[in-house]
């Protein structure tokens, strides 16, 4: 059996890429990277268990329409039966066109390898969070798209074979007019770690405190949604039903209720740290760990611990 | 603009998330059913202020049963001029997005909307699986659309940003928050809603590619740890050591 893997172009060194190929190693069977543009750093791979990685380098920026024409003539040339994907926006669209077009079910947002005892199944997560599902899938052809900090990446030392490959993509029906990357930080969706505050911050002026424990601990910032509404933070922060959905390992919340949609973004976290002054915060029900007091005297002091911390290891 | 609406329903967010039926299916016992929120504060109401300004019809669409028809006449109280029902349980995305695919080919659609994603299964899957049906372009995520023409410029998030990209109509795009604000539906908006035309179609047969076999819940979650904020250096070594997260 092989697997295909999707990997964007240029993210050949993101965790979230060796989630996805050791992932896919796991599977048992042969791993094969297909990805497009520059291939610098494309055998770092290797290392995660790909023993080739295909490159369409006749394509500098492609639509999610061309991405599957690519993944697709991919399938085609290697044999897969599972094609593995990292849960990101780019999988979002893809994904789904792919498993129309290859007639393949679709898990979305596994959480874990597959069970192959008995036919093919693997879970979810469903309800914002709140439930997980069994999915089978009934088709020869299985593709997987794997929820970011589902599985922890193994190094097994090597490098792949990088090939160019011609992916007959045709021309792109979607023009891009402008980009904008905020510069410098964490990626929320990727972050290990988040640092976040709500409305007990009582204004943006305030919330140098929340970036400086962020930076000690090399965390990303997120905030709740009227935070973001009033415009004391920007809208990519704001996590939650109607915002981003994260699942870091640590996820420190300050000044936040805990109002059930807030909630639904962040209970994917595996450990939940709350700093509210208030002892009848409902977010506490959802903490493993927690600090009732106020948000101003707390996290200085945690970011000096963590400083400390820091230092010492 | 002839503008097709997907619309879905999803449990109010305060409802109880539970199973029946040896886990294998979801307790729908005093759940309180609400249309999915992206699509209609941000989907529908964005086709509806293109079709005011611009003239067309916004039709909307659900896969779903008879019981679904409640979220049906809430969007055309908002203001859709006309609504389809397949009459069919919506098994997975796949089999959604197909019975879609199959009215939209009949029908010219120049603009063809979902919301981000369901609340309850969260795939984001249908909006792509319709657009590679119908061979057509898709944008997902997009929290800003303008028409001029045939032409569409949207605002859409992307790894790590946001991009304005420029597409021709036909397309597919999924809706996200920005797009629009959102409407409460008027007295007048309720009756009219009444005698609109709601056309109920039988289901195409379809193999299946996916199955949610059974449902599960997290375990409980331990009591909450409390800590002295006076001792910060406590939950340090906690994170480390116990949760091992740092
Ligand atoms: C359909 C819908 C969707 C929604 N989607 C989202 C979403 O995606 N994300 C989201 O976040 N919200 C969402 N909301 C809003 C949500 O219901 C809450 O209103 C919101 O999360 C509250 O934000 P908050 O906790 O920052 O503010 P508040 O509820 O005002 O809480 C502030 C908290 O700070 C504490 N506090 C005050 N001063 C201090 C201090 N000095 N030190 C420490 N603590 C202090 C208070 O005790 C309080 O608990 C949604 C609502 C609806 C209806
Ligand atoms: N049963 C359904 N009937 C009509 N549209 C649906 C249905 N399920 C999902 N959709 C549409 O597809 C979008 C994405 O859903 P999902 O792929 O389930 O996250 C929703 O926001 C709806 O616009």
Same mark, same amino acid.
């Given at each position: 059996?092989?697997? $295909?893997?999707?990997?964007?172009?240029?993210?050949?060194s993101a965790k979230a890429s060796f989630e996805a190929v050791t992932y896919a190693k796991k599977l048992g069977g042969e791993v094969v990277v297909i990805t497009y543009g520059d291939s610098t750093g494309a055998e770092l791979l290797g290392a995660y268990g790909a023993t080739k990685v295909l490159v369409d380098s006749?394509?500098?920026?492609?639509?999610?329409?061309?991405?599957?024409?690519?993944?697709?003539?991919?399938?085609?040339s290697t044999g897969a039966e599972v094609i593995v994907f990292s849960h990101d926006l780019v999988a979002k669209a893809v994904a789904p066109r792919l498993s129309v077009r290859l007639k393949a079910g679709l898990v979305s947002g596994a959480i874990a390898l597959p069970e192959t005892a008995n036919g093919f199944t693997c879970k979810v997560n469903v309800f914002s969070g709140k439930a997980f599902a069994t999915v089978s899938v009934k088709t020869t052809v299985k593709i997987i798209s794997l929820l970011p900090n589902s599985i922890q990446p193994e190094n097994i030392g090597g490098s792949a074979v990088v090939e160019t490959f011609n992916g007959n993509t045709g021309e792109s029906s979607i023009k891009v007019v402008s980009t904008k990357k905020p510069e410098g930080n964490i990626p929320l969706p990727?972050?290990?770690?988040?640092?976040?505050?709500?409305?007990? $911050?009582?204004?943006?002026?305030?919330?140098?405190?929340?970036?400086?424990?962020?930076?000690? $601990?090399?965390?990303?910032?997120?905030?709740?949604?009227?935070?973001?509404?009033?415009?004391?933070?920007?809208?990519?922060?704001?996590?939650?039903?109607?915002?981003?959905?994260?699942?870091?390992? $640590?996820?420190?919340?300050?000044?936040?209720?805990?109002?059930?949609?807030?909630?639904a973004g962040v209970n994917g976290s595996k450990v939940i740290v709350v700093i509210n002054s208030d002892p009848e915060a409902p977010f506490f029900k959802a903490a493993d760990y927690g600090i009732v007091g106020d948000a101003f005297d707390v996290l200085p002091k945690l970011t000096e611990a963590i400083k400390k911390f820091k230092n010492a290891n | 603009?002839?503008?097709?609406?997907?619309?879905?329903?999803?449990?109010? &967010? &305060?409802?109880?998330? %539970?199973?029946?039926?040896?886990?294998?299916?979801?307790?729908?016992?005093?759940?309180?059913?609400?249309?999915?929120?992206?699509?209609?504060?941000?989907?529908?109401?964005?086709?509806?202020?293109?079709?005011?300004?611009?003239?067309?019809?916004?039709?909307?669409?659900?896969?779903?049963?008879?019981?679904?028809?409640?979220?049906?006449?809430?969007?055309?109280?908002?203001?859709?001029?006309?609504?389809?029902?397949?009459?069919?349980?919506?098994?997975? %995305?796949?089999y959604v997005a197909s019975q879609i695919a199959t009215y939209a080919k009949k029908n010219n659609f120049d603009?063809?909307? &979902?919301?981000?994603? &369901?609340?309850?299964?969260?795939?984001?899957?249908?909006?792509?699986?319709?657009?590679?049906?119908?061979?057509?372009?898709?944008?997902?995520?997009?929290?800003?659309?303008?028409?001029?023409g045939n032409v569409l410029t949207l605002e859409q998030e992307i790894v790590g940003g946001v991009q304005v990209v420029e597409v021709a109509t036909p397309v597919v795009v999924s809706c996200a928050k920005g797009m629009a604000e959102q409407r409460i539906p008027n007295m007048r908006g309720i009756m009219a809603a009444r005698t609109k035309p709601l056309e109920v179609i039988a289901p195409e047969s379809l193999d299946l590619f996916t199955q949610f076999e059974a449902y599960s819940l997290p375990d409980a979650k331990k009591a909450c740890t409390m800590i002295d904020p006076m001792n910060m250096e406590s939950l340090v070594e906690l994170l480390h050591n116990e949760a091992k997260v740092i």
């Open positions: 059996m092989k697997t $295909l893997v999707y990997i964007n172009n240029n993210h050949f006749s394509l500098a920026n492609a639509d999610e329409q061309q991405i599957t024409r690519l993944v697709a003539s991919a399938v085609e990727e972050a290990e770690l988040v640092v976040s505050a709500g409305r007990g $911050l009582k204004g943006p002026e305030n919330w140098g405190i929340v970036e400086d424990l962020a930076s000690a $601990l090399g965390a990303a910032t997120a905030c709740s949604r009227p935070v973001a509404d009033i415009g004391w933070r920007p809208h990519h922060e704001h996590v939650g039903q109607t915002g981003v959905a994260i699942r870091p390992n $640590l996820y420190i919340a300050a000044g936040i209720s805990g109002a059930i949609q807030h909630l | 603009m002839n503008i097709l609406v997907c619309i879905s329903k999803s449990p109010d &967010t &305060t409802s109880k998330i %539970a199973f029946t039926d040896g886990n294998t299916k979801f307790d729908e016992n005093g759940v309180q059913y609400i249309v999915n929120p992206y699509d209609e504060w941000y989907s529908l109401v964005r086709a509806l202020e293109i079709k005011e300004s611009l003239g067309g019809n916004v039709t909307i669409i659900t896969v779903g049963n008879t019981g679904d028809e409640a979220i049906i006449r809430k969007a055309l109280a908002i203001g859709a001029d006309n609504a389809v029902r397949i009459d069919a349980e919506p098994i997975d %995305a796949f603009l063809i909307l &979902t919301g981000k994603e &369901t609340i309850n299964y969260n795939g984001s899957q249908v909006g792509g699986m319709i657009a590679e049906h119908l061979e057509l372009p898709y944008v997902s995520l997009a929290s800003k659309l303008d028409v001029a």
